[in-house]
C-alpha cells in the first residue's frame, strides 16, 4: 500500500544546491516524488562552532516501501553522495530526514516517527508548510501550519534562495 511521506533535505558541504537536486533525483528510486519546495538558506542550528550555512527544502512523496526499508535506503543513497558520519550535527553533503510516513508513529533504536525534533526547527517547518500546510502532526494533533507559526521568532534564521 503506498504511503506519503514528507522528507527535510539539506546540504551545507560542496555545491550545496547541486547536491539538493541529486538527491531528490535519487528519492525517484524509493518511490515517486510529487512536490518539492523552493530552496531556503539556514543558520546551523544545535551545534557548536562555526560551519556554513545550511541549503534545505522540503519534498513529498509516494512509497510503498515499510519506513524501515525506506531509512535503509535513503541512508544508502547519503552514503553514495559522500556523506560521513564524523561528528553529531557536523557539516555534510546531503542529510535526509523523515518528518512523516503517512500517519505512521514509531520510536525505536533505527527510526522515530513522526520525526522527534521537527516541531522545533524552522528550517524543517517553513519548507514543509509550502508543500504541506495541513499535514497533520499525529502525536501533537496539530498541522504543520500550527507548528510553523507557533516557534518563537529566535528559532534559527532563513530565507528564500531559490525557487525549485
Known sequence: MKKTVYLSLGSNLGDRETNLREAIAHLGELGRVSKVSAV????????????????????????????????????????AMGRKRTELKGPRT????????????????????????????????????????????????RTVRELLDSLPADSGAIRRFRQN
Not at 43 to 63: D, I, Y
Not at 69 to 78: C, D, G, M, S, Y
Not at 99 to 114: A, H, M, R, W
Request: net charge negative; charged share 25%; aromatic share 10%.
Open 94 to 141: 546531503i542529510d535526509m530526514d523523515i518528518i512523516f510516513f503517512g500517519e505512521e508513529v514509531l520510536d525505536t533504536k533505527e527510526l522515530s516517527l513522526p520525526h522527534p525534533a521537527m516541531q522545533h526547527r524552522r528550517f524543517v517547518l517553513a519548507p514543509l508548510a509550502e508543500i504541506a500546510p495541513e499535514a497533520w502532526h499525529p502525536v501533537l494533533r
Open 40 to 79: 531556503y538558506e539556514t543558520e546551523p542550528v544545535e551545534v557548536s562552532g562555526r560551519q556554513p550555512w545550511f541549503l534545505n527544502c522540503a519534498a513529498s512523496m509516494e512509497t510503498e516501501l515499510t519506513p524501515l526499508e525506506f531509512l535503509k535506503r535513503l541512508l544508502a543513497i547519503e552514503l
